[in-house]
């Protein structure tokens, strides 16, 4: 199974990541998003990317323009009808998922392999959709994709050994390194790292300790490359919030349920940095405390 055409759908955080290292790989890609100015919000995130990747040596600009002509965008589905492979990274939600899957199911070829890129919903949920289920798998990128060198494959009952091996094959000709992962909520890493984030707000909640000080404590206690809540910034706190809310549901475990402060924040627009208002965005002094403590080990 050869995989030269790749559709994204979503061009947030996540499908232009995706859009970006599958054009990087050499494949034609098509980005669909809801509106004309999304699509030029993905584009912009793209090009702004392999932008720093060309100043920094990484790329020449001569394949920085290769990837570029190789992407081409749309807002209609029917545009994505002759791809070897779709990944969809809208919003964290089932039924929305779900709409677009059924949807797709009948605009697309018969034989391209269908991928979700969700945090945490299991696949086989969004895959009984479609009439592919054979077809269907999970392939769940990490953020920044072009930087994060794992792919979390995720194969349900159904899925076919032929699309697995396929999928893995091309996530690692896009420069990931996969991981088989169980068709269960959160796969692996989210199962781990959700409970994780949202024990920090909910320390958070009851006054036990300031973010900063939560943050520099897992920086500096565990080497990890950043706190919870610079992470949960970068992720996205609806994301995050979604996410949370899907593991509960599905597993009941009291480790995973919503906090009520990240449901809050949510309704107030602090999505964290891509909406401006955050744990950190839109806090300029608590940005400024984290440096200013974190002292010679801050990584920006
Ligand atoms: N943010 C992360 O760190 C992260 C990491 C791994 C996986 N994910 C998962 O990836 C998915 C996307 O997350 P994100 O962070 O990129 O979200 P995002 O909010 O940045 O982007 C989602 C995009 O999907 C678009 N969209 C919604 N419905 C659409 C449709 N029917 N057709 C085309 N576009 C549509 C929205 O306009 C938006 O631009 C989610 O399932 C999320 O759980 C996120």
Redesign the pocket.
Known sequence: MTINKVGV???????SGIAQVSAAAGCEVIG???NDE?IAGGKGKIESSLAKFAEKGKITTEQRDATLRRLSFTTSLSGLADCDLVIE????NKD?KTA?FRELDGIVKKGCIFAS????IPINQIATVTNRKADFCGL????PVPLMPLLEVISTKETSSATRDAATEWGKRVGKVPINAPDEPGFVVNRLLIPYKLEAVRMLERGDASIVDIDIGMQLGCNYPMGPFVLSDF??I??MY??AKVLFEETGDELCRPPELLKKMVENGELGN?SGKGFYAGHPERQAELKERLGRFAKR
């Open positions: 759908v979503g061009l947030g955080l996540m499908g669909r998003e809801m999304l990274a809208i919003v964290e929305a677009l890129n969700t945090s945490t769940h990128f990490f953020n992720v996205g609806d994301t979604y996410a891509k």
